[in-house]
């Protein structure tokens, strides 16, 4: 049982950049792909970015690409998320999830760990 937790989360200005971290409680969490979801108010939860478990390999919605970037830290057992030109669309819970494979579709990562989400808010 991996358990995971979010921080950083924040009132942000437009154009600011924040930068969100995931602790995992096991070592087995660098075997996992680890993702970062969010879920805006009145929205489903959605996909931003994907990162293996060596860290070779990252995947990033269209939404995000060219300004997020995931990256993670075995040996401390985190996977980050720096965001940088937040934008009020941005505004969101953001959650960290990790298993064998971290999908695109939220509906199939139900089986995932999951953390209890970070709030981002970006004032326009």
């Known amino acids: 049982q991996v358990q995971l937790v979010e921080s950083g989360g924040a009132l942000v200005q437009a154009g600011d950049s924040l930068r969100l971290s995931c602790a995992a409680s096991?070592?087995?969490?660098?075997?996992?792909?680890a993702g970062w979801f969010r879920q805006a108010p009145g929205k489903e939860r959605v996909f931003i970015s994907s990162?293996?478990?060596?860290?070779?390999?990252?995947y990033y919605a269209d939404s995000v690409k060219g300004r997020f970037i995931v990256s993670r830290d075995n040996a401390e057992n985190t996977v980050s998320l720096q965001m940088n030109n937040l934008q009020f669309e941005d505004t969101a819970i953001y959650y960290c999830?990790?298993?064998?494979?971290?999908?695109?579709?939220?509906?199939?990562?139900?089986?995932?760990?999951w953390g209890q989400g970070t709030q981002v808010t970006v004032a326009s």
């Open positions: 096991e070592r087995t969490f660098s075997r996992y792909a």
């Open positions: 990162i293996s478990p060596s860290g070779g390999a990252t």
């Open positions: 999830a990790a298993a064998a494979t971290i999908y695109t579709g939220y509906e199939r990562n139900k089986g995932a760990y």
